[in-house]
């Protein structure tokens, strides 16, 4: 029979710029923490699976933490690689085949956008060459159209990033913790229309883990232990609007998202109605509202009037990207999901400092979205709720 | 593609995308034998019903601008316009749904956000987007908006 699973120890190491601090070495950092928040040692990992994009292979973390011969699975699923990580973890908990694991990812980028390779990504030469393949340009396409169907303007998005810099301030662990004003976003200078510089995050460096057990034995190794009510990740369909595509079928269907975020809601036996708060994928604040209604939380289109009405404030009813999301943290690819489930881990415990939910929230939520359109979703509880 | 027909066309970075038909370019895909999923660029097999028999398609030289936005930075590399920071022109870039109803991303050869609607007409065309090292012109496909009047363009 499955077991559950709980996370029992969280670890950060700073997003931000760190010249001289590899990247590694900001991996290892995370999992020390996440191990001392435990109160476990390296060597009790039965299992552990972690990635970075730019910073090397995460098994490499061994030479810095013991070469203790624990399974050590390298993870390579570009946004999703720190959800793919977890749910990879889980499922080897979940299975018996170990007690306690780790996931942990990391990242140091280059400055300046993502320049991937197409043969990569299964494309040809052309596509990069002639300055179609950009990640940019594709979230400001998506959100263009979006805005086009769903009758949502500029306001929308300015808002989006004015929360997340809000919530930046809060964290101390954020790495852009000055609030900006609208004026500041709405005419900041744009990189791919309908989006502007301070709706964009940046590639940035940083380390994030987590560590795991079944959930019978969890209070052994914290007193409050975040029990894992679902972990899903789920890649595109034929027909999604997908990041790196040269065209896109006549028909289009859901996001990857969506389907994750049904699984994983049907996993826990709970509906969007039911989270108290969530992280949702802000790549940039056009991603951020199209997630808000593809994970379930609002109808296309209702996301403008929430924004506005403060409903995903940290004192609303939906709660979105308290820590200040990618927007505010900078998104090392590898530890970006991680991050997220930290968040959540932090706000269920009520360790989240000047920017806790009040009310105790029980029931947390994350979800992060990538290249080549793949979405991983967790669902998160408060024991003893 | 006879060597008197290459001997008049310009250096393409994507030749096997474009046909030309009485001097008009269209673009060239595939379309699945069992289902009629249309793919551009040509695809090995249908995502949709999963069957390996493509035939090609000609997409044709003429759609709807279906979303759009402006690349206001320099790409790094695998771009290979040849521009730097200094001489950078930004583009436009947009997906343009073709009678099949597919969608083709694309070159606009228009960068003015006043200039692009959803919805407008748009036709195909072929222009330089850059230079080699050796200074020769690059071109690719390019989507424009299709004017009423003739004069009323909007090269740059």
């Known amino acids: 029979m499955a077991k559950d699973v709980a996370i029992i120890g969280v670890g950060l190491h700073r997003f931000g710029r760190f010249d001289g601090v590899s990247g590694r070495q900001q991996g290892a950092h995370a999992v020390r923490e996440a191990l001392k928040d435990a109160n476990l040692s390296w060597d009790k990992v039965q299992v552990a699976y972690g990635g970075s994009q730019d910073a090397g292979n995460a098994d490499a973390l061994c030479n810095d933490l013991g070469l203790t011969g624990v399974p050590f699975i390298n993870v390579a699923n570009g946004c999703a690689t720190g959800g793919s990580a977890l749910a990879s973890v889980i499922a080897a908990i979940r299975s018996g085949a170990a007690e306690i694991g780790v996931a942990v990812g990391f990242d140091k980028h280059p400055r300046g956008a993502f320049n991937p390779m197409p043969r990569d990504w299964g494309l040809e030469d052309w596509y990069g060459e002639t300055g179609l393949m950009l990640t940019t340009q594709f979230f400001a396409l998506k959100t263009q ?202 706000q269920l415990r009520g360790e989240a400092g000047r920017r806790q939910v009040p009310g105790a929230p029980r029931l947390g939520y994350t979800h992060v979205y990538g290249a080549p359109g793949v979405s991983g979703v967790t669902i998160l509880e408060r024991a003893g709720g | 593609m006879n060597e008197n027909m290459t001997a008049h066309q310009p250096k393409l970075a994507c030749p096997h995308l474009i046909g030309f038909n009485n001097g008009r370019p269209s673009l060239i895909g595939s379309r699945c034998a069992n289902c009629g999923e249309v793919y551009f660029p040509a695809a090995a097999g249908c995502t949709r019903c999963l069957c390996t028999e493509m035939t090609p398609a000609d997409l044709g030289d003429e759609g709807i601008l279906w979303s759009w936005t402006i690349q206001d930075f320099l790409p790094k590399e695998p771009y290979n316009s040849g521009e730097t920071e200094i001489d950078f022109q930004p583009y436009g870039v947009g997906y343009v749904q073709m009678p099949s109803g597919i969608k083709v991303e694309s070159r606009l050869s228009v960068a003015d956000p006043e200039k692009l609607r959803i919805g407008m007409a748009m036709r195909l065309d072929v222009q330089p987007y850059g230079k080699t090292p050796a200074g020769e012109s690059i071109h690719t496909f390019v989507f424009s908006p299709i004017t009423s009047a003739k004069g009323g363009e909007n090269h740059g």
């Open chain 1, 145 to 346: 159209r979006y805005m086009y169907e769903h009758g949502i303007t500029e306001d929308a998005l300015v808002r989006v990033a004015q929360r997340a810099f809000r919530n930046g301030a809060l964290n101390p662990n954020a790495w852009r913790q000055r609030e900006l004003d609208y004026e500041e976003i709405a005419t900041s200078s744009p990189v791919n229309l309908p989006l502007r510089k301070y709706m964009f995050c940046n590639p940035a460096e940083g380390g994030a883990a987590v560590v795991l057990c079944s959930a019978e034995v969890a209070k052994r190794h914290h007193p409050k232990p975040i029990l894992v009510r679902a972990a899903v990740v789920r890649t595109r369909h034929h027909g999604s609007f997908e990041v790196f595509n040269p065209a896109l079928a006549a028909q289009q269907a859901p996001a990857p998202t969506v389907t994750a975020s049904k699984a994983a809601f049907e996993e826990a036996g709970v509906g969007p109605g039911d989270i108290d708060v969530m992280q949702l994928q802000d790549t940039d604040s056009g991603s951020e509202i199209i997630h808000m209604a593809e994970n379930g939380f609002c109808q296309h289109g209702e996301q403008e009037r929430l924004l506005r009405d403060g409903s995903t404030e940290i004192g609303g009813r939906l709660p979105i990207n308290t820590d200040g999301g990618c927007l505010a943290n900078g998104e090392p690819v590898g530890a970006s999901g991680l991050r997220q489930v930290i968040e959540i881990c932090q």
